[in-house]
């Protein structure tokens, strides 16, 4: 029989493998064997965690996986939490029914309905995740706030529709030249937020003029009107917990500012020693 649930030991690894809540004995996992995804419970783990055995629901078949072959199955969407199988099943199809509503307000609420990307909240969240990992690794990273011109004239002009399509093309054109650890966010109707992974400005400077090179006068046809889409970009340090996101994003939002001043297509690495930039 099953064994209860307990209190486990914390174990080794933290959440940087990818086992944030690592699973404890009783609970159910969906785990892909043989090409189909089975149930499966966990029945023993080594005391410092780094051995898991599941069973299936008649005990017949065991399975064992190590700490990093689990983390590395959940990262490959080949593991993941199921529903409890000794609850029953009415009690699990309303629960099943909550944890859908819910996780469709989360995203809701952290998701940006015209683009599909973060939010400035579930931007600031994402960043609060990296920031927790980067204290750990000694990291310095990059903030920048794109702002595109054209939106309230292209919304005057041809209305709320037009607006919502130049902001998912833009957003797809951002998003195509991302590094693989880099994110994007809408932060506010006309603007992206931008982080750049493993980078300090000077050395994300690159980066922000090639982006500015590729989407700078970004043509927009809506009907029979054409665009000529400008952009300005402000660059900040993001290196918690000496910057922190709230400061990261003033700065970059300051810079940002500064090149706006400076003309169309212009880029701003904010510098803590120039007291226009404050």
Same mark, same amino acid.
């Not at 709320?160 to 607006?163: D, E, G, I, N, S």
């Given at each position: 029989?099953?064994q209860t649930?307990?209190?486990?030991?914390?174990?080794?690894?933290?959440?940087?493998?990818g086992?944030?809540?690592?699973?404890r004995?009783?609970?159910w996992?969906?785990?892909?064997q043989?090409?189909?995804?089975?149930?499966l419970q966990?029945?023993?783990?080594s005391?410092?965690?780094?051995?898991f055995?599941?069973?299936n629901?008649?005990a017949?078949?065991?399975?064992e996986?190590? @700490?990093?072959? &689990?983390?590395?199955?959940?990262q490959?969407?080949?593991?993941?939490?199921?529903?409890?199988?000794d609850?029953?099943?009415?009690?699990?199809?309303?629960?099943?029914?909550?944890d859908?509503?819910?996780?469709?307000?989360?995203?809701q609420?952290? =998701?940006?309905?015209?683009?599909?990307?973060?939010?400035?909240?579930?931007?600031? &969240?994402?960043l609060g995740?990296?920031?927790?990992?980067s204290?750990?690794?000694?990291?310095r990273?990059?903030?920048?706030?794109?702002?595109?011109?054209?939106f309230?004239l292209?919304?005057n002009?041809?209305g709320?529709?037009?607006?919502e399509?130049l902001?998912?093309?833009?957003?797809?054109?951002l998003?195509?030249s991302?590094?693989?650890?880099?994110? &994007?966010?809408?932060?506010?109707?006309?603007?992206f937020?931008?982080?750049?992974?493993g980078?300090?400005p000077?050395q994300a400077?690159?980066?922000a003029?090639?982006?500015?090179?590729?989407?700078?006068?970004?043509r927009?046809?809506?009907?029979e009107?054409?665009?000529?889409?400008?952009?300005?970009?402000?660059l900040a340090e993001?290196?918690?917990p000496r910057?922190?996101?709230?400061?990261?994003s003033?700065?970059?939002?300051?810079?940002?500012?500064?090149?706006?001043?400076?003309g169309?297509n @212009?880029? =701003?690495?904010?510098?803590?020693?120039?007291?226009?930039? =404050?």
């Open positions: 029989a099953p649930k307990t209190d486990n030991p914390p174990e080794a690894g933290g959440d940087s493998d086992l944030a809540e690592p699973p004995i009783g609970d996992w969906s785990l892909a043989e090409g189909r995804k089975l149930p966990l029945i023993w783990r005391p410092e965690g780094s051995l055995a599941f069973a629901r008649s017949t078949r065991k399975f996986f190590t @700490r990093a072959e &689990l983390a590395a199955r959940k490959g969407d080949q593991a993941a939490p199921s529903a409890n199988l609850v029953p099943l009415l009690e699990r199809s309303e629960f099943a029914l909550f859908d509503t819910y996780q469709g307000l989360l995203r609420m952290l =998701q940006d309905p015209i683009t599909g990307l973060d939010n400035r909240k579930g931007f600031f &969240l994402e995740r990296i920031a927790t990992a204290v750990r690794g000694g990291l990273h990059s903030l920048a706030l794109v702002e595109f011109d054209q309230r292209i919304a002009q041809c709320t529709q037009a607006v399509d902001s998912r093309r833009l957003a797809a054109a998003k195509s991302l590094a693989p650890n880099d994110r &994007l966010a809408a932060f506010r109707e006309d603007t937020a931008l982080f750049i992974h980078l300090d000077d400077k690159d980066r003029e090639a982006l500015l090179s590729k989407l700078g006068d970004f927009f046809q809506h009907g009107f054409s665009y000529r889409i400008g952009l300005n970009m402000g993001f290196s918690p910057v922190g996101s709230s400061e990261a003033r700065r970059a939002d300051s810079a940002c500012l500064a090149a706006k001043a400076l169309r @212009r880029l =701003q690495i904010h510098e803590p020693t120039n007291t226009q930039l =404050q």
